[in-house]
């Protein structure tokens, strides 16, 4: 089939390759213009791994490409995926003046029936209005269809997400588009639920908001653990062995970040606002999600007493482990907090580290974590990536100033640590 994806960011590049790896001809846009000339000689704009090696094969064997005009591409394309970002304004409200910038292009370019597919995750009621702006914009007698297939990759798994998904979601208002996005998704095995729209389109901020709750929900535990000395970990383990509950996302840590989990959030807690009730559940899992970040922040004060002038060590700078990205990442508030106190900060990331510094340059970036422990008052974990789940701690102890780790993951041993001399501060345990 021939697909474009408009939007060629986490899940449109993502979404433009697998199409291309199931054997489509695919288009991927983007209106950033560096961007698509990166992409046309195979660099990639970001860290997913295995996408770089799909994009390349799928270059070469002429499924995929890559161009800045929206026109073109349609013109080329029946079905076409709107993927472009959908940031927070101010108040919280998702910001969709990029879907109806693209819905207006998009109009003025169909030369016949065209699918227009929400993939950015938007609010509910957005595909009516996608429809209403194409229907004001189009050629006259120029059929087309709206719908919703909200994406539900994980960045640092995108690939293997996107081909094995648990679900797909396909929120259709008529055959033609039900048909060919059946006939588009056939390749991949995995449950369908069709729907109209706006079913869709909440199905995404309900799935993205429950999974907050559960991980809002096993920090305030955490809590209760730290208050009472319980221990998380085994209070986790016991409740996700429960079918109902489930183990996933039920990790005590800094919280949630990402650009998808408190943006979604706050959207949803917005539109649910508009539409004439008030989320409470929802604003109360952002209030101990936020909330999560600063007695973090308290715990490593506790742990060194005065910060000023205490050089510490930060491991991760990454929303979570296997991406480079950084949007809404709790390292940024931690650092920014320990700069203000005075602190002098050392940090490494095994891949976020560029982007890191273009937003906070005055710290001194390290090549590894030994670097960084290296006369460090303390050492934070802020990102759970695999290497750092195996430090050589005898070393470490030598070569920082004091033997302090305060681990915002819970990937340590408390017993192995303080049997080599080092002070451990885990979360809720
Ligand atoms: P992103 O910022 O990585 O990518 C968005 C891309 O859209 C950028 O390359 C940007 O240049 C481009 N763009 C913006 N306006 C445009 C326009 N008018 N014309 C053409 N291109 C334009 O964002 P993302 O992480 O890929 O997220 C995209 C959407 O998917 C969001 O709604 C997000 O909530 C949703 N989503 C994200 C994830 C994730 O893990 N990142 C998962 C599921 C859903």
Partial sequence: ???????????????????????????????????????????????????????????????????????????????????????????????????????????????????????????????????????????????????????????????????????????????????????????????????????????????????????????????????????ISKVAEGLGLDKRIGKQFLQAGIGYGGFCFPKDLDAFIAIANQCGYDFRLLKEVRNINQDQVTFFIKKIEQALWNIKDKTIGILGLSFKPETDDIRFTPALTIIKSLLEEGAKIKAFDPKAMDKFKLLVPDITYCRNPNEVAKGADCLVIVTDWLEFKSLDFVKLKHIMKQSVIIDGRNIYDRQALESLGFRYFGVGR
């Avoid at 995995?190 to 559960?214: F, G, Q, R, W």
């Fill in 1 to 231: 089939m021939k697909i474009t994806v408009i939007g060629s960011g986490y899940v449109g590049l993502v979404t433009g390759a697998c199409f291309g790896h199931l054997g489509n001809q695919v288009i991927c846009v983007d209106n950033d213009l560096k961007k698509i000339a990166k992409l046309k000689k195979g660099t990639m704009p970001f860290y997913e791994p295995g996408l770089e090696e799909m994009v390349k094969l799928n270059m070469k064997e002429g499924r995929l490409k890559f161009s800045a005009s929206i026109p073109e591409a349609v013109r080329e394309s029946e079905c076409i995926f709107i993927a472009v970002s959908t940031p927070p304004k101010e108040n919280g409200e998702a910001d969709l003046t990029a879907i109806e910038n693209v819905a207006i292009q998009i109009a003025k370019s169909m030369n016949s029936y065209r699918l227009i597919i929400e993939k950015s995750t938007v609010p509910v009621k957005t595909g009516i209005w996608v429809e209403h702006t194409i229907k004001i914009h189009k050629r006259k007698n120029c059929l087309f269809d709206v719908a919703s297939n909200p994406e539900f990759l994980r960045e640092g798994q995108a690939i293997s997400d996107f081909l094995n998904p648990d679900r797909i979601v396909i929120g259709v208002e008529s055959k033609r588009a039900l048909n060919l996005l059946k006939r588009l998704y056939a390749p991949i095995r995995a449950p369908i639920v069709v729907t109209d729209i706006k079913s869709a389109e909440l199905i995404k901020h309900a799935s993205n908001s429950y999974l907050a709750m559960k991980i809002s929900f096993i920090n305030a535990i955490s809590r209760i653990c730290e208050l009472t000395g319980a221990d």
